[in-house]
T-cell receptor, first 117, second 115 residues
């Protein structure tokens, strides 16, 4: 079974600075997808960024980028120029890429990010 | 397009009762998944439905069940409620076209409190 580990229960960053959230995962599959989701206090889970395992290039979305290290099974999220609105729980998630496989997401425990003004 | 909607948003029940939660996916989406979120266990997969068929089920007791209707709306039911069933229940939908990876879009959740 696949597992996702987020080793940082809480992180804090000053507004306008950069922060990196860590995520490692364990799988025997070669084809899969990785995601970072954000859950603000309002509780609506929002997709931040996704990465296809077969792509070597790291995904980027505006101020959000990932460092995907497939061999090390590491998938960290970098938030640049942090804003107060970035404060939330961040979840790393894994999904199998097997054809006809389950669409279920396997989540890490989450990292609570605080942004200080 | 309207997002994923879940009703009710909040619910209080007592032990032994049963509860039904509803999820309306994004228009045109055919796949719905359910997750339970608790402080202790985090986010855990309950089940997924595609075109009215349950495709996968998580490691939950038989008290947890679900179904999907022809309009892709989904319901989940929990019978004989226990205190440990108190949680945020999240529903997620995706298009289900099979064209590569598809993003799952989450609803706001239903907060269930069992007393």
């Amino acid at each position: 079974a696949q597992t996702v580990t987020q080793s940082q229960p809480e992180m804090s960053v000053q507004e306008a600075e950069t922060v990196t959230l860590s995520c490692t995962y364990d799988t025997s599959e070669s084809d899969y997808y990785l995601f970072w989701y954000k859950q603000p206090p309002s509780r609506q889970m929002i997709l931040v960024i996704r990465q296809e395992a077969y792509k070597q290039q790291n995904a980027t979305e505006n101020r959000f980028s990932v460092n995907f290290q497939k061999a090390a099974k590491s998938f960290s999220l970098k938030i640049s120029d942090s804003q107060l609105g970035d404060a939330a729980m961040y979840f790393c998630a894994y999904r199998s890429g097997l054809q006809g496989g389950s669409e279920k997401l396997v989540f890490g425990k989450g990292t609570k990010l605080t942004v200080n003004p | 397009k309207a997002g994923v909607t879940q009703t009710p948003r909040y619910l209080i029940k007592t032990r032994g009762q049963q509860v039904t939660l509803s999820c309306s996916p994004i228009s045109g989406h055919r796949s719905v998944s359910w997750y339970q979120q608790t402080p202790g266990q985090g986010l855990q997969f309950l089940f997924e439905y595609f075109s009215e068929t349950q495709r996968n089920k998580g490691n939950f007791p038989g008290r947890f069940s679900g179904r999907q209707f022809s309009n892709s709306r989904s319901e989940m039911n929990v019978s004989t409620l226990e205190l440990g069933d108190s949680a945020l229940y999240l529903c997620a939908s995706r298009a289900g076209t099979g064209a590569g990876e598809e993003t799952q879009y989450f609803g706001p959740g239903t907060r269930l409190l069992v007393l």
